[in-house]
């Protein structure tokens, strides 16, 4: 039997903070909205359509994540569609939202005037795959793959070869 696909790509903006809370059996579940923009031509104008998608992160990294996906906040996700049903009132409910598989933070808010400390830009992904080599520093909320040196020790630059640049 042929495998099915279910895979889900979507980058957008954050409309509201995220929510973490806990299963009966412990278990972290961090929910949050994801809206997308669509451009669409009506008439003889483009305009912008949002779209909403729910989002469940479960386990650490919903928990460690939930401080960051805050309102405004960029992010690419990888996921999977979930449909859950159930019955209320009588009736036949469902709702289809998407499991979050992977996540890469990837810009600050809109309004880039907030206190704190700043993933904007850092690229950070849930896999634990991280991109670049060598030491990271902080700079200014972005990341340089600079050789860092601790600033007790001053940095010694010692090549073997003339560099022409």
Same mark, same amino acid.
């Given at each position: 039997?042929? !495998?099915?696909? &279910?895979?889900?790509?979507?980058v957008? %903006?954050l409309p ?9 059996? +412990? ?5 949050f ?5 669509? %451009? =669409? =031509?009506? +008439?003889?104008q ?7 998608? !729910?989002? &469940?992160?479960w386990?650490? %990294? +919903? !928990?460690?994540?939930?401080s960051y996906?805050? =309102?405004g906040?960029q992010?690419?996700?990888e996921? $999977?569609?979930r449909?859950?049903?159930w019955? $209320?009132d009588g009736r &036949?409910?469902? =709702? ?5 598989v992977n996540?890469?933070l990837?810009?600050g808010?809109r309004?880039?005037n907030? $206190?704190g ?5 850092s690229n950070?992904?849930s +896999?634990?795959n991280?991109?670049? @080599?060598?030491?990271?520093?902080q700079?200014?909320?972005?990341n @340089?793959y !600079? @050789? ?9 630059? &010692?090549?073997e ?5």
């Amino acid at each position: 039997m042929a !495998e099915d696909i &279910n895979k889900v790509m979507l980058v957008g %903006r954050l409309p509201r903070d995220a929510e973490l809370s806990y299963t009966n059996s +412990g278990i972290a579940l961090c929910k949050f909205s994801l809206a997308v923009n669509r %451009r =669409k =031509k009506q +008439g003889d104008q483009w305009i912008d359509e949002g779209n909403f998608f !729910e989002l &469940n992160l479960w386990g650490r %990294r +919903g !928990e460690n994540l939930n401080s960051y996906l805050t =309102k405004g906040v960029q992010v690419a996700i990888e996921g $999977q569609l979930r449909q859950e049903r159930w019955e $209320q009132d009588g009736r &036949n409910r469902s =709702k289809v939202s998407i499991e979050v598989v992977n996540i890469q933070l990837l810009g600050g808010r809109r309004d880039d005037n907030r $206190q704190g400390p700043s993933p904007g830009n850092s690229n950070r992904s849930s +896999g634990g795959n991280r991109q670049g @080599s060598g030491n990271r520093k902080q700079q200014g909320g972005r990341n @340089s793959y !600079e @050789s860092y040196t601790p600033p007790s020790q001053p940095r010694q630059d &010692n090549y073997e070869d003339d560099i022409p640049f």
